[in-house]
């Protein structure tokens, strides 16, 4: 046998389709703030800038693995030099002295050597910090701004939350006031098809937008008020109201 419920309890399934159309929205709308596209757009930002950080840090680091090595290199020709120039002072061989002039003389010119790769180095050193910490700076940048966002997401969320709650209490309110059977076969074809109640309206089915046959709308008028009518477009529940077009 076909459902029946009263037109007037048929008219709250449009108010339960409002509050469940609204949910929906809220429920998108919260999925959709733009703060979510902001935070997961900053989130690939950091994970480039993390990359580029260790890649700058790791350089960082070899060039200072390569300076101690000259620092180390430095001292030792030092060492040599201090040693050979004690020699020369306390040797009273002339070839003695000779061969170590010619070392000293060579150990100075690798000193220079040393000095002057030290100094490059050195600036490279300086120039890698400097992007080491302009590198920082920007994470540093782009962590403080996303945590301004989140607060911002936060808020967001909390509006939508506290408007999605008032609709659930609505539609709560609503839901009590219809019957069992009826709501039951509301929420079927709402769980279905994605809408339980359409308006008919000036002869069309708003849930689908489709002006209904004529031999349909005869059918429809046939119809007892009571009668529980489906919408042959979108599977709801199909509500007469004043403005039909009966």
């Given at each position: 046998m076909a459902?029946?419920?009263?037109?007037?309890?048929?008219?709250l399934l449009l108010d339960l389709q409002a509050f469940d159309t609204r949910l929906a929205q809220l429920d998108h709308r919260a999925k959709s703030i733009p703060e979510i596209a902001t935070l997961a757009g900053f989130e690939k930002n950091m994970v480039a800038i993390a990359l580029t950080l260790a890649e700058q840090k790791g350089g960082l680091e070899d060039i200072t693995i390569e300076l101690k090595r000259i620092e180390s290199d430095v001292v030792v020709v030092e060492t040599r030099i201090t040693r050979d120039n004690d020699r020369v002072q306390s040797s009273s061989s002339v070839k003695d002295v000779a061969a170590l002039e010619q070392e000293l003389v060579a150990l100075r010119k690798r000193l220079g050597d040393l000095e002057e790769i030290e100094l490059a180095v050195m600036q490279r050193m300086e120039d890698q910090q400097r992007e080491v910490d302009n590198t920082s700076a920007q994470r540093?940048?782009?962590?403080?701004?996303?945590?301004?966002?989140?607060?911002?997401?936060?808020?967001?969320?909390?509006?939508?939350?506290?408007e999605r709650m008032v609709?659930?209490?609505?539609?709560?309110?609503?839901?009590?006031?219809?019957?069992?059977?009826?709501?039951?076969?509301?929420?079927?074809?709402?769980s279905r098809y994605g809408t339980g109640a359409s308006m008919l309206r000036g002869g069309v089915s708003l849930a689908s937008g489709v002006k209904l046959l004529e031999n349909e709308m005869q059918a429809i008028r046939a119809a007892s008020p009571d009668e529980v009518i489906m919408c042959a477009s979108s599977e709801a529940i199909l509500v007469r109201t004043p403005e039909s077009g009966l």
């Open positions: 459902l029946k419920a009263s037109p007037d309890d048929q008219a540093d940048a782009l962590q403080s701004r996303t945590a301004e966002i989140e607060v911002e997401k936060d808020a967001s969320l909390s509006t939508v939350a506290s609709a659930a209490a609505g539609r709560r309110a609503v839901e009590e006031k219809v019957p069992a059977d009826l709501l039951a076969l509301y929420e079927k074809q709402r």
